[in-house]
């Protein structure tokens, strides 16, 4: 396995990590439209959020390269 194919999948394990994270948070399982308004709601949870899916993207780049 390449060197970037393991960045990339180690990418993508984080990113999932941080996302269900701050999901579970606003207990999602249960009401997952609430727990996504709140999260973005709030600047932590959404930064968190945003993070994840900037982390998922640069997944996506390494393993595409």
Same mark, same amino acid.
């Given at each position: 396995?390449?060197?970037?194919?393991?960045?990339?999948?180690?990418? !993508?394990?984080? !990113?999932?990590?941080?996302?269900?994270?701050?999901?579970?948070?606003?207990?999602?399982?249960?009401?997952?439209? @609430?727990?996504?308004?709140?999260?973005?709601?709030?600047? @932590?949870?959404?930064?968190?959020?945003?993070?994840?899916? @900037?982390?998922?993207?640069? !997944?996506?780049? @390494?393993?595409? !390269?």
């Amino acid at each position: 396995m390449k060197p970037l194919s393991k960045a990339g999948w180690l990418s !993508a394990g984080v !990113a999932a990590g941080l996302f269900l994270i701050a999901f579970a948070h606003y207990n999602g399982l249960t009401d997952p439209a @609430f727990a996504l308004t709140r999260m973005l709601a709030t600047a @932590f949870w959404g930064g968190i959020i945003l993070a994840s899916l @900037f982390i998922a993207l640069m !997944a996506v780049l @390494f393993l595409s !390269a």
